[in-house]
């Protein structure tokens, strides 16, 4: 009897993307010994994005820790047509990072871990700029400080007791 083979690949929910990862050494009697640390940013590509930091002595195990991790610190970053409503600065100790609105056909202006992130969160056209320091960790959680700030046109309506249609005219 020939079993059958049905493994069918099912759409991942979520990209995941590697950002960072760390090799540090302790010395020991034995000689050095070798941990991990990852981050990762992981996706919908519909708005819903989130970061994970992970430790280990292994790569795989530290990747899978930073995954579980992100998947736990889900944000909703608002984006239509492929952009951002509005132009904001995020903060995170000494990294800041600029997020621009931009037109479509302009693509993801934006350098290593910005771009993973509005990669994952479904955003096409951004235009960013990183000031500060460009530790990579700083650099993505000052984005999420942007992302976690941005406004929805739907939620300012709300806010000020207004439809959409009265707000934008």
């Known amino acids: 009897m020939e079993r059958q083979k049905n493994y069918e690949r099912e759409p991942k929910e979520f990209v995941e993307k590697l950002v960072k990862l760390n090799r540090t050494a302790k010395v020991v009697k034995g000689g050095r010994r070798f941990s991990f640390a990852a981050l990762t ?3 919908d590509q519909k708005g819903r994005v989130g970061y994970g930091f ?3 002595n292994d790569v795989t195990e530290a ?22 409503p509005h132009e904001i600065i995020g903060k995170y100790k ?9 037109c479509s056909g302009t693509g993801v202006i934006a350098g290593g871990a910005i771009r993973d992130i ?5 955003a096409t056209d ?3 700029k990183s000031l500060g320091s460009s530790t990579a960790v700083n650099v993505v959680r000052a984005t999420f400080d942007a ?15 207004k439809s959409l249609n009265e707000l934008w005219g």
Do not use: C, F, W, Y
Not at 118 to 122: E, I, L, R, V
């Open 41 to 43: 940013v992981v996706g």
């Open 126 to 128: 951004v235009l960013s």
């Open 94 to 102: 000494s990294s800041s990072v600029l997020l621009k609105p931009a």
């Open 63 to 84: 990747i899978k820790k930073s995954i579980d991790r992100a998947k736990r610190n889900l944000v909703v970053m608002p984006v239509k047509n492929g952009t951002i």
């Open 147 to 161: 992302i976690e700030h941005l406004m929805d046109a739907g939620k300012i309506a709300q806010n000020r007791g």
């Open 54 to 56: 992970g430790k280990a």
């Open 118 to 122: 509005m990669d994952a969160a479904g």
